[in-house]
């Protein structure tokens, strides 16, 4: 394994590129990000931990969130196997955690000698971050925390003579979607607190003291995340999820942080139904599982159903269609080859929870450069002025992200048209818009 020692040193061409890179992850990946709470971010050393849903992702809204400090993320161990890879990840500031399922029992005594680095960067005032849960989540829900984090937290007071008084800063990632660009996110920051009551019973017994600690960090980190603890009904839940924000925001487009809240009110309502009315509740889970069912079948999304679209309403927009295509025919042009060459890579994935992370990474560090360059390189041919090239560049750095948001438009525009040829001719269609129609009302009559 490589030399980590000095992570946590700042180098030139980091600084260079973090802007660039956070630019990009602001301006096309994330049609908006939203961080709240960043004043919640103490003077003091600090650690912070973050759930766990999304890969990649999870750390990049940390790193970027925060721009203020230069974190040191810890990741797991697999991905650190190749040489190339790990000079790349440790350049941009991240460690190896060791897993048994991944890298074997040999491993782990490497976690040792990272989790004292760890220590001693928090120690001297930098700030690491890292998931106490230490495996993606893959139902919107919170897995148990393990003892990791706790063991660094605790290390670094020790190597301070327990004078550190470091702060757990608790933060969560929330999702529009998983998979594909342009959609919006929550990077959510909560207060930051102290363990400084388990010192005491961490001298005398560690264990007790790490597992403590884990469960107190679980209690912070859970309001500021979707946390959907119900396993059995978790799919149907987080259905009947999307359908309450339809009903509540319609064509709005809230921040992302009053999304959350939302869901987190209807979650405990559902809860309380569960509790007090379980019959109630299991007809409720089973309409939405039709529901779902039948959405997979129509291969439609909720927005649309029950919509009255008329032909006066589909003209405007196919005409607007006509006017608006040149314009995302050049995008289509400029931006489609790395686009696709992105989508080709991530084909052969198996964890498709991994998807946007490796998009994120090719097209961030491989295809668009690369793209870009070579077109910015051809530019050189047109009879222009040579600044004419760099401002060339420059339109190119920034044209993913109307693609991406024309992408979305035109994929939307074509499913409006085939729902307007559907309604009113297909029993399945009809069947949907009636069970939608008792889903809307139970929704309304829980008053979320």
Known sequence: MIDFTNIEKRSLSYELCYPLVRLKTYGWFFRNFEVKGIENIPDEPFLIICNHQNG??????????????????????????????????????VLPAFRVRDTGK????????????????????????????????????????????????????????????????????????????????????????EFGELIDLYREHPEAAYRQLALKAQEHVRPLMLDIADKENNAQIDFLRIVNQDLKFGRKKPKMSERLACDQKMIDSLHKMKEESPERFSSLMEKARHYSDLMSKLNMRNWLIGKKIGFGEILMR?????????????LWLLCIVPYKLSDMAIKSLKDKRMTASFRYAISSIVTFPLWNLLLFGLSFLIPWPWWCS?????????????????????????????????????????????VKNVLVKVLKDMAI
Request: charged content about 25%; cysteine-free.
């Open 390 to 434: 760099l401002i060339f560049l420059a339109v190119l750095y920034v044209l993913p992200k109307p693609f991406i948001l024309l992408r979305h438009w035109f994929v939307k525009f074509y499913h409006r048209w085939r729902y307007f040829a559907k309604q009113g001719k297909y029993s399945d269609l009809k069947e949907a818009i009636e």
């Open 318 to 330: 196919t005409l607007l269609a006509v006017v608006v295509m040149p314009v995302f025919v050049v």
């Open 106 to 193: 040999e491993n782990l005594g490497e976690n040792d000698k990272i989790f004292e680095l760890a220590a001693n960067i928090l120690k001297d005032g930098k700030v690491v971050g890292l998931f106490p849960e230490a495996a993606l989540q893959y139902d919107k829900t919170m897995g148990g925390f393990k003892k990791g984090f706790a063991r660094i937290a605790f290390r670094a007071e020790e190597l301070s003579d327990f004078n550190l008084h470091l702060k757990i800063v608790p933060t969560a990632n929330y999702y529009e979607n998983f998979f594909s660009a342009g959609h919006d996110v929550l990077y959510n920051i909560g207060k930051p607190f």
């Open 56 to 93: 990649l992702m999870d750390a990049i809204l940390p790193v970027f969130g925060v721009p203020k400090h230069r974190m040191v993320f810890i990741a797991r161990g697999d991905i650190f196997k190749k040489d190339k890879v790990a000079k790349m990840l440790k350049w941009a500031r």
